[in-house]
């Protein structure tokens, strides 16, 4: 079993709507999780991490964990065309200490 | 400050010649992680280092072989190369401290 799951996608939504990523994770003692955007043919970037239970927000990311659900998820509102790319979970292993693993990432496509 | 450099940005290569990807980071980290990237599959962790010194497998270590030779530098080598290692690979290094992951700009990598 991969250590971190993301839904495959591709995710294709309109410009202004919700967008919602979701990510499961099998090492129930990982602490710290991530989510990176990565445009084509560029590195990745971190948009937000997160480390409690509940809701963090930045402008108009929400990142969600629910650690007995083992479950991360990103809502990016009023979603933009310059929002389209490859968004990846990453997340910092509990039982490795320093290992640091990501999903196959989901594509975005926010159309005009 | 150059961040995280890595070098070559290109290669091709015949089946069975070997190369090293050199991976320096100039940001006083203790963290450093290979990973490739193919369609589809996202990042995935080949072989890490948590701190100088030590040095860990990954998802993917097959065929790979990693030497931390200070604390600035990381270097990843393949000894007999396959076709299945064309890929892009992406060093990275990370502050414990803040817990972010800098990325290098990446090296594809053609095995033919």
């Known amino acids: 079993q991969k250590e971190v799951e993301q839904n495959s996608g591709p995710l294709s939504v309109p410009e202004g709507a919700i967008a919602s990523l979701n990510c499961t994770y099998s090492d129930r003692g990982s602490q710290s999780f991530f989510w990176y955007r990565q445009y084509s043919g560029k590195s990745p970037e971190l948009i937000m991490s997160?480390?409690?239970?509940g809701d963090k927000e930045d402008g108009r990311f929400t990142a969600q964990l629910n650690k007995a659900s083992q479950y991360v998820s990103l809502l990016i509102r009023d979603s933009q065309p310059s929002d389209s790319a490859t968004y990846l979970c990453?997340?910092?292993?509990?039982?490795?200490?320093?290992?640091?693993?990501f999903g196959q990432g989901t594509i975005l496509t926010v159309h005009p | 400050n150059a961040g995280v450099t890595q070098t070559p940005k290109f290669q091709v290569l015949k089946t069975g010649q070997s190369m090293t990807l050199q991976c320096a980071q100039d940001?006083?980290?203790?963290?450093m992680y290979w990973y490739r990237q193919d369609p589809g599959m996202g990042l995935r962790l080949i072989y890490y280092s948590a701190s100088e010194g030590t040095t860990d497998k990954g998802e993917v270590p097959n065929g790979y072989n990693v030497s931390r030779l200070n604390k600035r530098e990381f270097s990843l080598r393949l000894e007999s190369a396959a076709p299945s290692q064309t890929s892009v690979y992406f060093c990275?290094?990370?502050?414990?401290?803040?817990?972010?992951?800098?990325f290098g700009a990446g090296s594809r990598l053609t095995v033919l």
């Open positions: 990275a290094s990370r502050d414990t401290g803040a817990n972010v992951l800098t």
């Open positions: 990453g997340l910092l292993g509990g039982t490795s200490y320093g290992k640091l693993t």
């Open positions: 997160i480390y409690s239970n």
């Open positions: 940001m006083n980290h203790n963290s």
